[in-house]
């Protein structure tokens, strides 16, 4: 039986917080690749055997935007069936709000610290796009060992990448 999943490249990261119990081991980071603007994303689905066209496609997903962004806006829930649900959240300040009373005078806007789009994604069966239904979709394969430098120039962080092939990469000797 033909394997048809699809190749997932994932590049390994060292962890440099020395304040983490896991300090200095590895981990998985997916390689994004590109990100398609709306126009390239219409275009994608209309070669992908669609009858309609690129401008009314493009037009749908104008639109779709549109008005998940007003429903959200709103209070509203949206549930894209095979896709999943989004929805809006309070990030709240630090501190709250001790009383009702305090609440009342600081008042929404000085309670609620920003407001969020949260996503669920779908988990029916044959839309699953959960994280272990995509992670069995993939055929995940290492890629590079990813070396990050910090460095301070003129009171400013910058960081820099080093890429090492998985299979010319070797753990540092340790003293």
């Known amino acids: 039986m033909a394997d048809n999943k699809t190749p997932l490249r994932i590049d390994l990261v060292k962890n440099s917080n020395q304040k983490s119990d896991y300090f200095g081991h ?50 509203k829930g949206v549930k894209l069936d095979g896709i999943g649900t989004f929805y809006p959240t309070a990030k709240n300040v630090k501190e709250g709000a001790a009383t009702i009373a305090d609440a009342k005078d600081k008042g929404a806007d000085q309670l609620i610290e920003g407001i969020h789009v949260r996503f669920t994604p779908e988990g029916t069966e044959l839309d699953d796009i959960t994280s272990k239904a995509m992670k069995a979709r993939s055929s995940l394969q290492l890629r590079n060992v990813v070396e990050i430098t910090k460095t301070t120039v003129a009171g400013k962080v910058k960081r820099s990448h080093t890429y090492t092939p998985v299979e010319e990469a070797s753990d540092p000797i340790t003293p």
């Open 26 to 75: 590895y981990y998985g980071r997916v390689v994004r690749v590109a990100t398609l603007s709306t126009r390239a994303f219409a275009q994608h689905i209309a070669d992908h055997g669609s009858i309609y066209t690129l401008d009314i496609v493009t037009g749908v997903l104008r639109k779709l935007t549109d008005c998940l962004i007003e429903q959200l806006a709103e209070g």
